[in-house]
């Protein structure tokens, strides 16, 4: 099965491990992004032309993950398990150099980076990709970082922010599958997302890394259950 996320139940000894579909990730990404509204978002200058690759930043949005089977990895450390998919953002190969931009930079949102990335579309493509880079990876890495939150409180009943994030997300208390997400750069709101899952037992012959990386890579469930996650604004 082709792994998103990994949820191991009880975290420190897993008897049971959800396994969020990576289609369904992917699927959920770019629906995000193809809600986003930039005027709720932010302010572009002039020079910015976002209708000018949107099509390119949902491209991006649909195959930002295409690299995760192969490197995927569960991991066991300090008496914690958890998942890698270290590097996954590089391999990804791309004929179009915008799209691959987002896509190698989509966990990545450093001055040097951009700056260079931008000096690159420059000169190879021209002023408007180079403007629109930052917008168009800030997008896909809010609505990469939404739809993780929102399978997080699928399953976990919290979620975790990045430390650049400008997005903040909060469970309902009367309903912890309904996400209030400030400020919400999304139309229409609310938004429902539907997290397709298996659950997976873990078998004593499974609690090494490796063993239990291969069975779930190997594993292919008969059917997908769904949990739907509904974002909203506050």
Known sequence: ??????????????????????????????????????????????????????????????????????????THDDGRWGYSFAGHRFRVSCDELYVGALIEMHHEFSVDGVAEWQARLRRELDDVHAANFPFDLYTLEMCDQVAAEAESYAFSGDADERAFMELHSRKRQDDPLTVEVEPFPFAPSPLPLVVAHAEFTVSDDLRTPPKLTEALKQWAPDDLLERTVTLCSP
């Open 1 to 74: 099965m082709d792994v998103a996320r990994l949820f191991f139940h009880p975290p420190g000894a897993p008897k049971r491990v959800s396994v969020v579909a990576l289609a369904s990730h992917v699927e959920n990404v770019a629906r995000l992004a193809q809600a986003w509204s930039p005027d709720l978002a932010y302010r572009a200058p002039s020079e910015c032309d976002l209708a000018k690759t949107q099509a390119q930043l949902l491209e991006a949005a649909h195959r930002h993950d295409e690299a995760k089977p192969v490197t995927f990895r569960v």
